[in-house]
């Protein structure tokens, strides 16, 4: 009982931690943390980057490592977890509504193929139109590609499908 209460703080800890470049949105929102466990006293976070490389994994990290040690969790390890990769399939509807206010497009299921994906019409946050483009494979991360509507002239990221 008292390990399921424990957990139940730390998961509470963890969904204030917010992504460093979607601060709408926590680590636990977006499905970067993965897991969390307890361990002869010792709290273990498992971690999934949104991409391979993710320059922004480092800063999540102590992000996260600084929220348990300032609520009193001395022993804190982070174990980053590559398989299964994280997929924006994960997303709930909620998450995805919270990107579009945010200005970013929600991500579409993920498709065998992105050239599948890239056929289909890109609604843009900021008016519904799809009368969108796609600018750039690569928007201000790796993560995201970059998008233009033709209807309100705004430029908007989406997520890549992965």
């Known amino acids: 009982m008292e390990k399921t209460r ?3 703080q730390i998961w509470h800890i963890l969904q204030e931690v917010k992504d460093p470049e979607i601060p709408v949105l926590s ?7 993965r897991d969390v466990k307890m361990e002869d006293g010792c709290v273990i976070v498992s971690m999934t980057p949104t991409f391979a490389g993710c320059p922004a994994m480092e800063q999540m990290k102590s992000d996260v490592l600084d929220s348990l040690h300032a609520k009193g969790y001395a022993e804190v390890r982070i174990e980053t977890v590559l398989s299964p990769s994280w997929t924006t ?9 919270r990107l579009r206010v945010f200005g970013i497009a929600s991500p579409p299921k993920k498709q065998e193929s992105l050239e599948v994906t890239l056929l289909v019409p890109v ?9 969108t483009k796609l ?4 928007g201000a991360t790796l993560c995201k590609q970059l998008f233009y509507c033709d209807h309100c002239k705004q430029s908007f990221e989406r997520f890549k499908p992965l």
């Open 6 to 8: 424990s957990l139940d």
């Open 27 to 33: 680590l636990v929102d977006l499905k970067v943390v």
């Open 89 to 97: 399939d994960a997303l709930t509807d909620e998450t995805k509504e």
């Open 123 to 131: 609604p843009c946050p900021f008016c519904s139109s799809t009368e």
């Open 135 to 138: 600018e750039s494979s690569f």
